[in-house]
């Protein structure tokens, strides 16, 4: 027993806020690089990493920020929970930063705290009409068909026509969901059952996505595109004007492998996109197509407009996109009548609580990863770290989340190796501190036991319909499951 206490004061204690890539892969790369480099840092191999999710369950973005139907996803989440089934690490899920526990509670008892907070709000949409009824940020529409514990449980689908703005994939996405078959969807995915009845009852039957550049300047993965690519019961539509690229375009796209993959996968759909039209209006299969997805390139939203207080259509200016991706407005308008606009301009992420916010950059203040006082000339503050999202705003896939992880542990390891007692340098060095205090305030976290109590629940009800999963949205009920109750 004294050899155990002797070394729950030995070891490193770093605190993670966030279970998402971002908070997982860190703490992986954290434990992985200190045992490599630990010994001649002078700081030990040993460590404990306590991750906080103000969430019931783990996973963040991956579970509650991606379309249900990407097939990589999968693999992601199997990937991070078995970094979390790590004796090194522990998961307080619905513990929330701010609330449950602050900033000075951690500090206290950690050596380092490390910032993972994803993203809950869209960047504004910044047009005339944006706040018409039938206006949607896209965070709130995937909140609801991923199942996010607080989001709605219900969503409007009744209109017949929907715009989505955005160049991304979460606008690809939104676009993919809103022209989806439910039972389709419901098939290959966890969907819980409000999302499939819902998706049931959707009334679109024109869906039009305008990204304001070119073909070539788009921020589409190949991945998203081929997804694009098999919709049952969707018809394709390209403007041809959209494809025609110079010479110098093509050239300056051939330049970034990414880039030129994407390209080339957008010449795929103009090419089914004609097939498609030759045939008789059909879908990928080549059956009829009840539902119409009109993709608009170096096309520019510049007014919602409206009646009554609601949606009629959606005013867009021609725009011509040079080799280098800067945009020219033409002056050219055309207005498509709508009953629903979705933009997925960009996500806001989180603030947190004692932590200087970046506005300009949409990231809690930070250089190279480490807090600062303020955002602007701001000084580093000792121990606080910042990484994914929270550190350089929302773009990215997962391996720039993983980069960020790299680069900001081996950050850490520097910056505790320079500090007294080998980086030991939190008071409060009993492992149990943190249940006591959350013990007091009344807050019950769910380990990593609890979540996979949680997991077995939503398997076996998925198992009923032929399905691997099916989602728990309600937050009581994960709760419920977590502890055995």
Not at 210 to 238: D, H, N, T, W, Y
Not at 317 to 343: I, K, L, S
Not at 364 to 381: P, Q
Request: a negative charge.
């Amino acid at each position: 027993m004294a050899e155990q206490q002797e070394q729950n004061t030995k070891e490193l204690r770093i605190a993670v806020i966030g279970s998402g890539p971002a908070g997982v892969y860190s703490s992986d790369i954290f434990l992985r690089q200190l045992r490599k480099t630990g010994e001649e840092l002078g700081l030990g191999t040993k460590a404990r990493i306590d991750i906080f999710e103000k969430l019931p369950v783990p996973f963040g973005l991956v579970r509650y920020g991606v379309a249900p139907d990407h097939p990589s996803i999968k693999f992601i989440a199997d990937a991070l929970e078995k970094t979390l089934d790590n004796p090194d690490i522990h998961l307080y899920a619905d513990v929330e930063f701010g609330k449950d526990v602050m900033l000075e509670d951690l500090l206290a008892r950690y050596d380092a705290v490390l910032f993972a907070t994803g993203a809950v709000e869209d960047k504004p949409l910044m047009l005339p009409g944006a706040d018409l009824e039938g206006v949607h940020g896209a965070a709130k529409f995937v909140e609801w068909y991923d199942g996010y514990p607080t989001g709605a449980r219900e969503w409007p689908l009744d209109a017949e026509s929907v715009a989505v703005i955005g160049g991304g994939n979460v606008a690809m996405d939104v676009a993919r969901e809103l022209v989806r078959n439910a039972d389709d969807l419901k098939e290959r995915t966890d969907i819980p059952d409000n999302v499939y009845e819902g998706i049931g009852k959707n009334q679109a039957k024109e869906l039009h996505l305008f990204i304001r550049r070119g073909v070539a300047q788009a921020k589409f993965s190949v991945q998203e595109l081929r997804e694009m690519e098999k919709l049952p019961g969707v018809q394709l539509i390209i403007n041809e004007e959209d494809f025609e690229l110079d010479e110098e375009t093509i050239e300056e796209a051939g330049k970034d492998k990414l880039t030129r993959q994407m390209v080339e996968e957008l010449f795929v759909i103009r090419e089914m996109a004609e097939d498609m039209e030759d045939d008789g209006d059909v879908d990928f299969e080549g059956n009829p197509a009840d539902r119409r997805y009109y993709i608009h390139f170096n096309a520019a939203p510049v007014e919602v407009l409206g009646e009554d207080g609601k949606v009629t259509a959606l005013r867009v200016e021609r725009t011509h996109t040079d080799a280098d991706g800067t945009m020219h407005r033409t002056g050219e308008f055309e207005e498509f009548p709508v009953q629903a606009v979705y933009h997925a301009i960009g996500y806001k992420p989180a603030s947190a609580l004692g932590i200087a916010y970046d506005e300009r950059r949409t990231t809690l203040a930070n250089e190279d990863g480490r807090i600062l006082t303020s955002a602007e000339n701001g000084e580093v503050r000792e121990r606080l770290y910042s990484t994914g999202w929270a550190k350089r705003g929302p773009v990215g896939l997962i391996g720039s989340t993983k980069s960020d992880a790299l680069l900001i542990v081996t950050n850490m390891l520097g910056d505790l190796a320079k500090a007294a007692e080998g980086g030991r340098v939190a008071a409060d060095r009993d492992p149990q501190s943190i249940d006591r205090l959350l013990a007091e305030r009344g807050v019950k976290p769910i380990d990593f036991a609890g979540w996979k109590r949680i997991d077995a629940f939503e398997r076996s009800e998925g198992a009923k319909e032929g399905r691997e999963h099916k989602k728990v949205v309600e937050p009581d009920q994960m709760r419920s499951l977590a502890f055995g109750e």
